[in-house]
């Protein structure tokens, strides 16, 4: 049976996530949940963030029955060997189209050895007013 990763990065809600239900049925139930953090991302941000993001991911490791895997590294590196690792057909993510996240995402959907499977808006949000 062929499983499928979810890659969490900013959206880290099991209820109602679009791009965990497209893995749950591309992995037909056989999902790995993946955290990275980016020391790119992880060296800018402060303590009080920093001890935020730590507390969400117990939450969601907790939620997931203690199954997240949670790794340090440059996602280009880390997601296509986690992939390899459990013979994923497909890894999924929530759509992020900001430049550091589109560069990345772009990387790395060339280096896995499946398809990047991203889901969200199909056009970015506008920022701002009207």
């Known amino acids: 049976m062929t499983s499928a990763v979810i890659w969490f990065r900013r959206d880290l809600r099991l209820h109602d996530n679009p791009a965990l239900l497209d ?5 037909g139930g056989k999902v790995a949940g993946v955290f990275v953090l980016d ?6 941000a402060g303590g009080p963030r920093r001890a ?19 790794r340090r590294g440059d ?17 999924h993510i ?5 430049p ?3 560069r990345r995402d772009a990387a790395v959907g060339k280096a896995l050895g499946c398809p990047l ?3 969200g ?6 920022q701002g007013g009207s």
């Open 23 to 27: 893995a749950v049925a591309a992995g």
């Open 39 to 44: 020391p790119l991302l992880w060296d800018q």
């Open 52 to 70: 935020h993001l730590a507390g969400s991911l117990r939450s969601l490791s907790e939620s997931l029955g203690g199954r997240l895997v949670v």
């Open 75 to 91: 996602p280009v590196e880390v997601v296509p060997a986690l992939a390899a690792e459990v013979g994923a057909g497909s890894v």
């Open 94 to 98: 929530s759509a992020d189209y900001g």
């Open 100 to 102: 550091y996240g589109g």
């Open 117 to 119: 499977v991203s889901t």
């Open 121 to 126: 808006p199909r056009t970015p949000l506008r």
